[in-house]
């Protein structure tokens, strides 16, 4: 029983290089997020998706790309690194809206 | 907008204590509370959630209330053992219904 698989665990990346982060979800779940957690900061939502091909705007949402091409599947892009992007990066799916999330184990994220 | 806070931001006891865990949020037009567990380096476990209607949920020795009409939450954790240390975090539904806002967390340490 996956859950949700976050890809890849842990990456370094140069300033002003781009990748994507995948997340994948096994239970048929309608909604997806996107948050980053920072020390002292907590987690903040960055985008989230209400079923598949919709996505919207969280609290920090500028610097990164979402898609929702296939309802498993939420990607997160980032097209020009910045070091302000140095975080911890989690995805989340809840069969309805804010009930029953179910969390990835995140990937770490160095902008270097 | 919709702000949660938690005090205190990290908290000691010994084995054994009974113990209270505060967030607050301020928006109380919410439909529900949510309480959530995150080991270090891991991602976030569901502990309980409290709907609007309901004024607490119990899971085992975890016990969680909600006071709308105050904006607070509390967590309570029966005679605490090592194995709880980890960080709890709140968390609210935003405005929209859309996504959940959490608190920043308060760090639990239980020395045995």
């Known amino acids: 029983n996956a859950g949700v698989t976050q890809t890849p665990k842990f990456r370094v990346l140069k300033t002003g290089q781009s990748m994507t982060l995948l997340c994948a979800q096994d239970?048929?779940?309608?909604?997806m997020y996107w948050y980053r957690q920072d020390p002292g900061m907590g987690l903040r939502l960055i985008h989230y998706?209400?079923?598949?091909?919709?996505?919207a705007k969280g609290e920090v949402p500028d610097g990164y790309n979402v898609s929702r091409l296939k309802k498993q599947n939420f990607l997160l892009g980032l097209e020009s690194a910045a070091p302000s992007q140095t975080s911890v990066y989690f995805c989340?799916?809840?069969?309805?809206?804010?009930?029953?999330?179910?969390f990835g184990s995140g990937t770490r994220l160095t902008v270097v | 907008k919709q702000e949660v806070t938690q005090i205190p931001a990290a908290l000691s006891v010994p084995e054994g204590e009974n113990l209270v865990l505060n967030c607050s949020f301020t928006?109380?037009?919410?439909?529900?509370l949510q309480w959530f567990r995150q080991d270090p380096g891991k991602g976030l476990t569901s502990l309980l959630l409290?709907?609007?209607?309901?004024r607490e949920q119990t899971s085992g020795r975890l016990n969680a209330s909600l006071d709308k009409s105050s904006g607070r939450s509390t967590l309570y954790i029966a005679a605490s053992q090592p194995g709880d240390s980890a960080t709890y975090l709140c968390?609210?539904?935003?405005?929209?219904?859309?996504?959940?806002?959490f608190g920043k967390g308060t760090t639990l340490s239980v020395s045995s």
């Open positions: 989340a799916s809840s069969e309805r809206d804010s009930y029953g999330y179910t």
């Open positions: 239970m048929n779940h309608e909604y």
């Open positions: 998706s209400v079923g598949e091909g919709t996505t």
């Open positions: 928006d109380s037009a919410i439909y529900n």
């Open positions: 409290i709907q609007s209607s309901q």
């Open positions: 968390a609210s539904p935003n405005q929209a219904g859309t996504a959940l806002i």
